[in-house]
């Protein structure tokens, strides 16, 4: 099943697909062959040396396909799980297209694609992560807001003595609000659109004070906080809920999931999570499980904020070893389906990965985080912009057992929908006043979906 309206590609070059094909990817991959070389020149044994040589060579090929606009061929069988999944996609819509031809979002999944597979195809390199060292060094460089949060909310959330009451629920109901929008606005520090950013410039992404959140509220275009504060308050009287997030970008935003998630368990309007990241480094900042890893035992064991206080060390750490013991529990879980790494639509879910669709369609709200997510839900394509959420993801909502979904996305990218009857004129106006405000960062969407029961 299609939408109506064309999906963007990179030769239309009023979209940012032109310049994202043409000049960002092309950027990305060029960093990444630094990294690797920075690695190579760490080692000593022979046999490591020649084969990560090798991991080289194939990204220096993909470059070369990559600018010459190659066609795009299939994956060669690398062991991963996807493979059959995208040649299957290859062959059936993308046979003869090229990088600029095909539709933006699957030539551009397609590159991290090709990337995984000239580690994948190693011996030694199978694992490495051309990513890492950025991801973990803009965590690093996060230290002011990292500290807000732990020392605000590493004690547990006080309860109210007694049975709940109206204030109780409205105070609840305040922090449900501000830490949604924590969780939000943790995805505007994005990597792949934000290289070489100022430690300053990171800090204004970052606004987690109560005035800074009330302030960009009005940026947020699509606003369904109301409508989400009523299904999870429904969970608390059946004794909390199953709520899953589909997670973005490692480091930072994690940590603002976490946080949230953190208190959807603690205030007992959900009693298990489940996120669901990456199987291998996508999209330059995507959660892996290695990053998962990472950030915990870097918050209860690393040395990563010299210059940070005792207090918020304590709090930083006291932080990591409850979200540990969750994991312990198994009260969150850590998921990695193949399907979350191919070049398909989330239109194509429950008929691509019937088995996702059906564990997603047991939970009782699927949180979406980010922009490609966001662009995965809604076909990526040139959909209006009061074209109602629901619609504009088609079979995730409309299909036989489609969950309660929510999109958290800042917008980075050209399709934007669920702006209400006036969204056209909305987006008409934001044109010709602020042009670039969809790739700024500076705007997002909160936007919601019933679903369908089963
Ligand atoms: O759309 C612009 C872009 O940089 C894409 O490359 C990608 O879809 C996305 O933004 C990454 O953002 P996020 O991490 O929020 O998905
Ligand atoms: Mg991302």
């Not at 690695?39 to 993909?62: G, P």
């Not at 953190?262 to 309007?269: C, E, H, N, V």
């Amino acid at each position: 099943q299609n939408p109506p309206w064309p999906a963007f590609r990179g030769y239309h070059e009023y979209s940012f697909a032109h310049a994202t094909m043409g000049h960002r990817l092309p950027t990305i991959l060029g960093k990444a062959v630094d990294d690797v070389i920075r690695t190579l020149n760490e080692q000593s044994s022979e046999e490591e040396v020649t084969d990560l040589v090798q991991c080289i060579e194939r990204m220096e090929d993909l470059m070369t396909n990559l600018s010459g606009n190659a066609k795009l061929r299939y994956i060669v069988d690398d062991g991963e799980a996807d493979v059959a999944l995208w040649n299957k996609e290859i062959a059936k819509y993308f046979q003869g297209k090229t990088f600029m031809n095909a539709p933006w979002l699957v030539a551009e999944a397609y590159k991290y694609r090709r990337l995984r597979e000239c580690f994948a195809v190693s011996k030694y390199w199978k694992e490495y992560d051309v990513f890492f060292r950025q991801k973990c060094d803009t965590f690093s460089r996060s230290q002011d807001a990292v500290f807000e949060l732990s020392t605000r909310f590493a004690e547990p959330f006080e309860k109210s003595p007694g049975a709940p009451n109206e204030n109780a629920l409205e105070r609840e109901r305040l922090m449900f609000t501000e830490l949604t929008q924590v969780c939000l606005w943790g995805n505007s520090t994005d990597l792949s659109l934000l290289i070489d950013m100022t430690e300053e410039q990171i800090k204004r992404l970052q606004a987690t004070s109560v005035e800074q959140l009330a302030r960009t509220e009005k940026n947020i275009l699509d606003n369904s906080l109301p409508l989400l504060w009523d299904t999870v308050k429904s969970l608390k009287d059946q004794g909390g809920g199953r709520i899953d997030f589909v997670l973005d970008n490692a480091g930072f935003e994690l940590y603002c999931d976490f946080v949230y998630a953190d208190f959807l368990i603690q205030s007992g309007l959900a009693r298990e999570i489940r996120f669901h990241g990456k199987k291998y480094p996508w999209f330059v900042s995507d959660v892996t499980r290695k990053d998962w890893n990472w950030l915990l035992n870097t918050m209860v064991y690393g040395h990563l904020f010299p210059t940070a206080s005792e207090v918020e060390l304590r709090s930083l750490k006291k932080l990591g070893l409850r979200w540990k013991e969750y994991e312990k529990q198994g009260i969150w879980v850590y998921e990695q389906h193949p399907f979350w790494c191919t070049g398909f639509t989330y239109w194509d879910l429950h008929s691509e990965a019937p088995d996702l669709f059906l564990h997603l369609s047991k939970s009782d709200l699927l949180i979406f985080k980010g922009d490609l997510n966001h662009r995965k839900l809604t076909y990526d394509c040139q959909a209006p912009a009061s074209t109602p959420f629901p619609v504009a993801i088609g079979p995730m909502s409309s299909a036989a057992g489609a969950p309660k979904i929510c999109s958290l996305r800042t917008i980075k990218s050209d399709v934007v929908v669920g702006l209400g009857d006036k969204g056209d004129e909305i987006a008409e106006r934001l044109d010709k006043e602020e042009p670039g405000w969809k790739i700024s960062g500076k705007y997002a969407v909160v936007s919601f979906s019933e679903g369908r029961p089963g």
